[in-house]
């Protein structure tokens, strides 16, 4: 593991122990990006469930990997400005950072177009489903591709549909917006060609961008989308919000919207690649329905493509650990924690954990197609809970499955299925956002 040979001395911060082999300006983040689940597995073993991890320009962060540190994010006492801490430059003035009013000013704002209603109503559905199917066929024609590179590009396009945004010139926002979210590891270092340096840079230009975008949505009155509803929204909102919190929100909104679903998606197709029999399951289910589905009401029909999609984030959370200030003392499982205490809580680990899920480690769509009771929200963790809990949760559902038929009737219908050309398990990444490897190649053969 990335861990710092020399730093071996063990130490405790407000009685709780200090992971050791830290490096310097960096802390554990080497080891918290490339191996995230041993270093959480190796920690809670020799230290017990609370720990103090190093999250370098961050600062320390404690971890808690009792399941009650999962109700914190629904805690009163809790606060998620610790995120305009970790990444001011990415998260400053987005919702996901604001507590209270300043949060549910800008999350009414855009809420109700996430949701089943606004989805259906503005035809999502309708208007995604043609540019899942081309992509897919293009797969098919060119026989192999590099995956995360494809879903990346796919859930871009698709974004920025959603958002009325005319998309050009996808692979370079791709570039861009991994370069920004180095601005959360990056070492304070800013020198030419450094990441610290690149990020800004990258975030100057897609707010230049996204400007832009504002402008024409305030100019061309019959302009639809996602980013003119904002505009109106924000510009009716009593205490007028800036232009800077509305480019914000958008910057997040658009990263949000593709880097998290283009792992998933990419994971997704790696496991249909690698057990055959879930492959099978998805061509039978798929040549039941016959079509993509475009509906909200029509996603219930497709139980296969549903547990599909929930079993790949279950494994493969794209998010792994959210952060949080304790604003009062608070108890957290065996301790009192005091106010003012930066935490980290560990997603990644609950999602594959045993005191929730029979079997964790093992990939089975039987737990979602066997269920009789209705999906709880430690069922869906991976997408946080309480006032935070991702508001693309119904548009990922949709998306994905109407991406799972389309793959599976494309495919099927050439007489093809997806093969792993590449191994899976190396370079893998944990932190910011989660992925499998950039190199992992799949063939359609
Ligand atoms: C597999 C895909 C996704 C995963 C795993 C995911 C995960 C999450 C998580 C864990 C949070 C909670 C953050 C916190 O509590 O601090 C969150 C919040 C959020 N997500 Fe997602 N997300 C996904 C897709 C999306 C999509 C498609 C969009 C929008 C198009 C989106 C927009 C947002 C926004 C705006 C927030 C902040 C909500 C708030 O602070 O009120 N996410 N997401």
């Keep these: 593991m990335l861990l710092n040979p020399l730093n071996r001395r063990h130490r405790l911060r407000h009685d709780i122990p200090v992971v050791p082999g830290a490096f310097p300006l960096v802390g554990h983040l080497p080891a918290i990006v490339c ?23 961050a600062g320390h962060l404690m971890t808690c990997m009792d399941p009650d540190a999962f109700a914190l994010l629904r805690h009163k006492d809790v606060s998620s400005a610790l995120i305009e801490g970790i990444a001011p430059e990415l998260l400053s003035g987005t919702l996901v950072a ?7 000013q800008a999350r009414d704002a855009i809420k109700a177009a996430f949701l089943p209603k606004g989805l259906t109503q503005a035809g999502i559905g309708d208007l995604f489903e043609p540019v899942i199917r081309a992509r897919v066929q293009a797969w098919r024609d060119r026989g192999d591709v590099t995956i995360l590179r494809e879903t990346g590009d796919l859930m871009l396009k698709l974004i920025f549909s959603l958002m009325g945004i005319p998309a050009q010139d996808l692979p370079g926002w791709h570039r861009k917006y991994r370069q920004l979210l180095q601005l959360i590891v990056a070492p304070p270092v800013d020198l030419p060609g450094l990441p610290l340096r690149r990020g800004r840079a990258a975030r100057d230009w897609i707010d230049a961008q996204l400007r832009q975008f504002v402008r024409d949505a305030r100019a ?66 798929a040549q039941r329905v016959g079509a993509v589905p475009t509906r909200h009401a029509d996603l219930a029909q497709c139980p296969v493509a549903e547990a599909l999609f929930r079993e790949t984030l279950r494994l493969h959370p794209a998010v792994t650990l959210l952060p949080r200030r304790a604003l009062q003392e608070l108890q957290l499982g065996q301790r009192r924690i005091p106010a003012g205490t930066h935490l980290c809580i560990p997603l990644l680990h609950f999602s594959t954990s045993a005191l929730l899920h029979e079997a964790p480690d093992q990939f089975r ?47 099927h219908k050439a007489g093809v299925r997806p093969r792993l050309l590449s191994g899976v398990e190396k370079g893998r990444r944990y932190y910011p956002t989660a992925h499998p490897s950039m190199t992992i190649r799949i063939g359609f053969s």
Excluded at 35 to 57: I, K
Excluded at 378 to 399: A, K, R
């Design 220 to 285: 061309h009155a019959a302009r639809t989308g996602l980013i003119k509803d904002m505009v109106s929204a924000f510009d009716r909102s009593d205490d007028a919000l800036s232009d800077d919190v509305l480019v914000a929100n958008i910057r997040l909104l658009l990263l949000g919207g593709h880097e998290t679903t283009a792992s998933t998606m990419a994971w997704m197709v790696i496991e249909l690649a690698r057990q055959p029999v879930l492959w099978d399951a998805l061509v039978e289910e």
């Design 365 to 411: 769509l039987a737990r979602w197609l066997q269920r009789t009771e209705p999906i709880r929200p430690v069922d869906m963790l991976q997408f946080g809970t309480g006032p935070h809990v991702c508001i693309g949760y119904h548009l990922v559902w949709l998306e994905l499955v109407q991406f799972c038929i389309a793959l599976a009737l494309t495919m």
């Design 98 to 104: 604001q507590d209270g009013g300043a949060h549910r």
């Design 35 to 57: 191996d995230l689940p041993r270093l959480l597995r190796r920690a809670e073993r020799t230290l017990g469930s609370h720990f103090w991890l190093d999250f370098g320009p």
